[in-house]
């Protein structure tokens, strides 16, 4: 083969969108990084198992495998899933410039910004593979977890509600002087409706059961109707009725919103702004979190190939220390930012995405010096 067909194909791979060297950059990310994962939630498994064994030996073994188990473990790894990111980055990068790899892939003529090209390609893999997993397949699976971990080892599901005063739909305001979720009972239930500001019907029951969606049963009734000066009373015993709220509307348990898949999550957040509800800045963070995720798996990337890709004295063991460190200082800041949101002292995606920001320009600033 001639020089002129060599440099040709030589100038053909480097220019390509995807060649044989990315596509083996990107086997060894992915492969990392599933490696990983599986290491350490082999690790968490078994602190699980420990902490909780007596829970375990109490439930049905099928219902801790295929309830909990089952949907515990790609829950945890979705979670965790920026520092799966790190660790494979710091990971493999650090052994690449260990054997001179990436001194060999420079010294070819390929630019820093290039070699990058591969890492990002990996990076929006896992990033989407994160925000489907986190949107739609892992919400529905929660359920079941969280049903599992309320029955045998900590309920924590609230099933009573007093004192709840809500509006239902645009001149309308409910109250419950208590509900109870066991029975879907309520008790002294009264409807007012307001039309320019007047009450135009009230309606009062003695107790009220829910059924479906927005089906109500309301007992021992009684309804106000209001026109002009004249008052207009039925009563009854019992009446089938519609009324646009249901009790997760008013009881709100730990860990609510992680069963919500992320259109479920906006309808929610909207409807409940709408009625006046304040207390759903947990749902608005875990909204917010599943798209800062999926950017934090860009900037991670980024980071940890700017700070493994040149040898440094103490070699991959340096690098990796650092790289935990900064990983779970991330998910640290993270924690710190959503307690700011939940006690009103900043928004929910502004808390969210702080850790992003600041992240992005240590970033920015590695990526520059690492290209030099």
């Given at each position: 083969?001639?020089?002129?067909?060599?440099?040709?194909?030589?100038?053909?791979?480097?220019?390509?969108?995807?060649?044989?060297?990315?596509?083996?950059?990107?086997?060894?990310?992915?492969?990392?990084?599933?490696?990983?994962?599986?290491?350490?939630?082999?690790?968490?498994?078994?602190?699980?198992?420990?902490?909780?064994?007596?829970?375990?030996?109490?439930?049905?073994?099928?219902?801790?495998?295929?309830?909990?188990?089952?949907?515990?473990?790609?829950?945890?790894?979705?979670?965790?899933?920026?520092?799966?990111?790190?660790?494979?980055?710091?990971?493999?990068?650090?052994?690449?410039?260990?054997?001179?790899?990436?001194?060999?892939?420079?010294?070819?003529?390929?630019?820093?910004?290039?070699?990058?090209?591969?890492?990002?390609?990996?990076?929006?893999?896992?990033?989407?593979?994160?925000?489907?997993?986190?949107?739609?397949?892992i919400p529905p699976a929660?359920?079941?977890?969280?049903?599992?971990?309320?029955?045998?080892?900590?309920?924590?599901?609230?099933?009573?509600?007093?004192?709840?005063?809500?509006?239902?739909?645009?001149?309308?305001?409910?109250?419950?002087?208590?509900?109870?979720?066991?029975?879907?009972?309520?008790?002294?239930?009264?409807?007012?409706?307001?039309?320019?500001?007047?009450?135009?019907?009230?309606?009062?029951?003695?107790?009220?059961?829910?059924?479906?969606?927005?089906?109500?049963?309301?007992?021992?009734?009684?309804?106000?109707?209001?026109k002009g000066d004249r008052?207009?009373?039925?009563?009854?015993?019992?009446?089938?009725?519609?009324?646009?709220?249901?009790?997760?509307?008013?009881?709100?348990?730990?860990?609510?919103?992680?069963?919500?898949?992320?259109?479920?999550?906006?309808?929610?957040?909207?409807?409940q702004k709408e009625r006046?509800?304040?207390?759903?800045?947990?749902?608005?963070?875990?909204?917010?979190?599943?798209?800062?995720?999926?950017?934090?798996?860009?900037?991670?990337?980024?980071?940890?190939?700017?700070?493994?890709?040149?040898?440094?004295?103490?070699?991959?063991?340096?690098?990796?220390?650092?790289?935990?460190?900064?990983?779970?200082?991330?998910?640290?800041?993270?924690?710190?930012?959503?307690?700011?949101?939940?006690?009103?002292?900043?928004?929910?995606?502004?808390?969210?995405?702080?850790?992003?920001?600041?992240?992005?320009?240590?970033?920015?600033?590695?990526?520059?010096?690492?290209?030099?």
């Open positions: 083969m001639n020089k002129e067909k060599l440099a040709a194909m030589t100038s053909f791979w480097r220019k390509a969108p995807v060649n044989i060297l990315d596509m083996y950059i990107i086997r060894k990310f992915l492969g990392t990084y599933m490696f990983a994962i599986m290491l350490i939630l082999a690790i968490t498994v078994m602190f699980d198992i420990n902490e909780k064994l007596e829970s375990f030996l109490q439930a049905p073994l099928k219902a801790t495998v295929f309830d909990y188990f089952l949907n515990f473990l790609p829950y945890f790894a979705n979670q965790f899933s920026p520092l799966f990111t790190f660790i494979a980055v710091i990971f493999f990068t650090s052994k690449l410039a260990d054997n001179s790899e990436i001194i060999a892939m420079l010294s070819s003529g390929m630019s820093f910004r290039r070699l990058l090209r591969p890492y990002m390609i990996s990076a929006a893999i896992i990033a989407a593979g994160t925000f489907v997993l986190g949107a739609y397949i929660n359920v079941k977890r969280i049903d599992y971990t309320n029955t045998y080892v900590r309920n924590r599901r609230v099933d009573y509600g007093d004192n709840i005063m809500m509006q239902v739909a645009p001149g309308q305001i409910a109250y419950m002087s208590r509900y109870d979720n066991t029975t879907k009972t309520g008790y002294r239930f009264s409807l007012e409706e307001f039309k320019d500001k007047k009450l135009v019907s009230r309606l009062t029951a003695l107790s009220i059961k829910w059924d479906t969606l927005y089906q109500w049963q309301v007992r021992d009734y009684m309804i106000r109707d209001f008052e207009f009373i039925t009563k009854g015993n019992s009446l089938d009725t519609v009324i646009p709220f249901e009790p997760r509307d008013f009881l709100i348990s730990r860990n609510d919103q992680e069963t919500l898949t992320s259109p479920q999550l906006q309808e929610y957040i909207s409807r006046g509800v304040a207390n759903i800045k947990a749902f608005e963070i875990e909204y917010e979190k599943r798209y800062a995720m999926c950017a934090a798996a860009f900037i991670l990337t980024i980071i940890g190939m700017s700070l493994s890709s040149k040898k440094v004295k103490g070699g991959m063991g340096m690098n990796i220390g650092l790289g935990l460190v900064l990983s779970f200082s991330y998910i640290l800041f993270m924690t710190v930012t959503s307690s700011f949101a939940i006690s009103g002292l900043t928004s929910p995606m502004i808390a969210m995405w702080i850790p992003n920001v600041l992240y992005t320009i240590i970033a920015i600033i590695l990526y520059f010096k690492a290209a030099r």
